[in-house]
């Protein structure tokens, strides 16, 4: 079955998933407070009927952004991108783009720990973009941290905008004449998808856990839909602990752009014969994308379970702090541009946790220095870079100044 078979049987899979995630998502809010966000999700999931329902929400929404992805992979090496039917490629864009939104704010609702740490942690990673990037991670977590205004903003996202702007979306693709030409196969396996999707909510638990604490040191891992985007930031990382924003930014900028750009690139008519290179293309960045997510999976939790938290510098001997080695730790913290995301005595950003009374969880110098060379080993998922090119000295001069932090 060609490309253009598959997005036939794909279009009604994506309507079932979108009018259920629609559906429940409407019974939800009736049920939802977002002055009262942890406790009113407590008692949704309490309730044998609604928990049954924020399930199914929980899985369409998932189901949405697999099936909008793979529907635009198959628009893409179909070819059917060029003119004069660009205006479908934009509209299975614009779908997929409007799915990850919703995920995105949809995470942040139940504010427990798991959602609260990982709006900081995005919102974190948008701050590292230069020029834009303080003003940009200001307006998403309206303010200068994320607190109770940072869920507002994301529940008037999630509930008003992006409703509004699917509602756009739904009366244009039935204008492009998106939901035409339905294959029989599709009707035949809509049903095995619905009783799919139904197991899922009867059986599969969604991640919940205790209310949003922000003086605890959580350790969020990144959800699946944006573990691509992880993979991107931490290998820019490695090659230069400056250069995050170009994973994290530039790189899918570019991508976006190429994408909405596509059909002037390829001029031909959809119907004109397909470039083998582009479907090679297509094929090549699919699986490195893919290999990017695995790698990255490789130290990511089960979304299922709480992290777990390691001790404080459990292990660690906790030995004199040396006072000459702490005075140059000092002046290093500033040489190194620390300051450019923790705060130490008032002065710095708060992108990371401030750093102003470390020493009194992590007394141990020599933790300090094992977390400054690897940060993924005590926090899976953290975007702070490595720093295990230190010459020895500077990284023991770092860790003795952390753990004089009092």
């Given at each position: 079955m060609g490309a253009l078979g598959w997005q036939q049987i794909l279009r009604p899979w994506i309507l079932l998933m979108l009018v259920g995630a629609i559906m429940t998502g409407v019974v939800l809010l009736m049920q939802y407070r977002v002055d009262e966000a942890h406790a009113s999700t407590q008692r949704i999931l309490e309730h044998p009927i609604f928990s049954v329902i924020l399930k199914l929400h929980h899985w369409a929404s998932a189901a949405l952004i697999l099936l909008s992805a793979v529907y635009l992979l198959l628009y893409l090496l179909s070819g059917a991108f060029r003119r004069p039917t660009?205006?479908?490629?934009?509209?299975?864009?614009?779908?997929?783009?409007?799915?990850?939104?919703?995920?995105?704010?949809?995470?942040?609702?139940?504010?427990?720990?798991?959602?609260?740490?990982?709006?900081?942690?995005?919102?974190?990673?948008?701050?590292?973009?230069?020029l834009i990037g303080d003003g940009l991670m200001i307006a998403l977590r309206a303010g200068e941290s994320v607190t109770d205004a940072t869920l507002s903003l994301?529940?008037?996202?999630?509930?008003?905008?992006?409703?509004?702007?699917?509602?756009?979306?739904?009366?244009?693709?039935?204008?492009?004449?998106?939901?035409?030409?339905?294959?029989?196969?599709?009707?035949?396996?809509?049903?095995?998808?619905?009783?799919?999707?139904?197991?899922?909510?009867?059986?599969?638990?969604?991640?919940?856990?205790?209310?949003?604490?922000?003086?605890?040191?959580?350790?969020?891992?990144?959800?699946?839909?944006?573990?691509?985007?992880?993979?991107?930031?931490?290998?820019?990382?490695?090659?230069?602990?400056?250069?995050?924003?170009?994973?994290?930014?530039?790189i899918p900028g570019i991508l976006i752009a190429l994408l909405v750009w596509l059909p002037f690139l390829f001029k031909s008519r959809a119907d004109e014969a397909r470039s083998p290179w582009l479907s090679l293309g297509?094929?090549?960045?699919?699986?490195?994308?893919?290999?990017?997510?695995?790698?990255?999976?490789?130290?990511?939790?089960?979304?299922?379970?709480?992290?777990?938290?390691?001790?404080?510098?459990?292990?660690?001997?906790?030995?004199?702090?040396?006072?000459?080695?702490?005075?140059?730790?000092?002046?290093?913290?500033?040489?190194?541009?620390?300051?450019?995301?923790?705060?130490?005595?008032?002065?710095?950003?708060?992108?990371?946790?401030?750093?102003?009374?470390?020493?009194?969880?992590?007394?141990?110098?020599?933790?300090?220095?094992?977390?400054?060379k690897d940060p993924e080993k005590f926090f899976p998922g953290t975007t702070m870079p490595t720093y295990d090119d230190l010459p020895p000295e500077q990284l023991e001069a770092l860790a003795h100044y952390l753990a004089s932090l009092k």
């Open positions: 660009h205006a479908r490629w934009y509209g299975a864009l614009a779908l997929f783009m409007l799915a990850m939104l919703f995920q995105l704010t949809g995470h942040a609702l139940p504010w427990d720990q798991r959602a609260f740490w990982t709006v900081a942690i995005e919102t974190a990673i948008a701050g590292g973009i230069p994301w529940y008037r996202w999630h509930v008003y905008f992006l409703s509004a702007a699917m509602a756009a979306w739904l009366v244009w693709s039935v204008r492009l004449g998106w939901w035409r030409d339905w294959s029989s196969s599709a009707i035949r396996w809509s049903p095995a998808l619905l009783a799919a999707w139904v197991a899922c909510g009867l059986w599969l638990p969604v991640p919940f856990g205790a209310e949003a604490d922000p003086q605890t040191n959580y350790s969020a891992r990144p959800e699946w839909y944006v573990l691509p985007l992880h993979a991107s930031l931490n290998t820019a990382q490695k090659l230069d602990p400056e250069a995050g924003w170009i994973g994290s930014a530039l297509a094929i090549t960045s699919s699986t490195a994308a893919l290999v990017f997510t695995l790698t990255a999976a490789q130290n990511v939790a089960s979304p299922i379970r709480e992290p777990e938290q390691k001790s404080a510098s459990a292990g660690y001997p906790v030995i004199p702090i040396d006072e000459q080695k702490a005075a140059l730790g000092a002046r290093l913290i500033q040489e190194r541009r620390c300051l450019k995301c923790h705060i130490v005595n008032g002065e710095g950003k708060d992108k990371g946790p401030e750093l102003t009374h470390v020493g009194k969880k992590h007394p141990s110098a020599q933790w300090h220095m094992e977390h400054l």
